[in-house]
């Protein structure tokens, strides 16, 4: 058994002819395990009595015939062997098993089939312990970052308000214009409703302690933690997008690297 990440359970068997009767019964099993991402199984049964073989010997006399005509007329000398004849398609068939054979080897196909799974489980839960922890550690870097944001947001209005005080002081001066206090002051306050990131902060941090909630849940949450992750990304961009602010741009663009090394992992979550 193997599994690769998918968006949905989708389950790829390969079995041998005759077997594929018990495709529903390793589906079932499977199911019970795995909710999500691309399952193969691949089903060999090896047998060891020679009864369940025979020879097809009009296929093999049609062969022989062939490659003599093919030898004499290519003048060789050394005669065709056996062993080349039988490894040619439809020479040595395995007799067709039946509904009733399938479902007489079942119970030794499902207690293989169990065990891989479990094996195949405790690998799973090994990686999920590993990614968990990135996922937390990458979380706690997108924490921080916020933090900083944060801290910085209140500046941006000040900062705009003394760019904005110097460039009108020398262009009034220039032109020798006088300017209202207050119609600076109402333009600070525009420029500050336009900048506000305070309700994207929180929302971002609400996603951050839902994504850390959702960690801990027993059931498969892998879908969930997606969305999170869609909604973590979107906010960031807000806002990177009002902040208007080369600092806070500088955090922003690491909290998108850490969300995005989330998302690609997010795929592998179950």
């Known amino acids: 058994m193997r ?6 359970f989708k389950l790829v068997i390969r079995c041998g002819e005759g077997y594929s009767t018990l495709e529903p019964q ?12 691309t399952v193969q199984v691949s089903l060999r049964i090896e047998r060891a009595c020679a009864s369940d073989f025979r020879f097809n010997a009009a296929v093999l006399s049609g062969y022989r015939q062939q490659l003599e005509e093919l030898r004499k007329g290519w003048k060789l000398t050394e005669p065709v062997g056996v062993e080349a004849l039988l490894a040619l398609p ?4 395995q007799n067709a098993a039946s509904e009733l054979d399938a479902a007489v080897d079942w119970p030794m196909i499902s207690d293989t089939l169990k065990a891989a799974i479990s094996g195949m489980t405790a690998m799973r839960v090994e990686e ?8 937390a550690a990458n979380c706690q870097l997108v924490s921080r970052e916020l933090d900083l944001i944060e801290a910085r947001a209140p500046l941006v209005a000040d900062s705009y308000r003394t760019r904005l005080a110097e460039r009108l002081t020398k262009t009034l001066a220039e032109y020798q214009i006088t300017l209202e206090p207050g119609d600076l002051i109402r333009e600070i306050s525009i420029y500050a409703e336009r900048s506000d990131i305070s309700e994207e902060i929180v929302r971002l941090r609400s996603h951050l302690e839902q994504f850390a909630a959702t ?36 955090h922003v663009i690491e909290i998108k690297a850490a969300i995005e090394r989330i998302r690609e992992m997010i795929q592998n979550v179950e």
């Open 3 to 8: 599994t690769i990440n998918s968006r949905y």
């Open 26 to 37: 390793v589906e079932s099993l499977v199911r019970q395990t795995i909710k999500r991402g």
């Open 128 to 135: 999920g312990r590993a990614m968990a922890a990135d996922l």
């Open 90 to 93: 439809g020479v040595v068939n």
């Open 215 to 250: 960690l801990e849940l027993p059931e498969s949450s892998g879908r969930k933690l997606e969305f999170l992750t869609q909604e973590m990304f979107r906010e960031t961009n807000t806002i990177g997008s009002k902040a208007n602010d080369v600092q806070i741009a500088r």
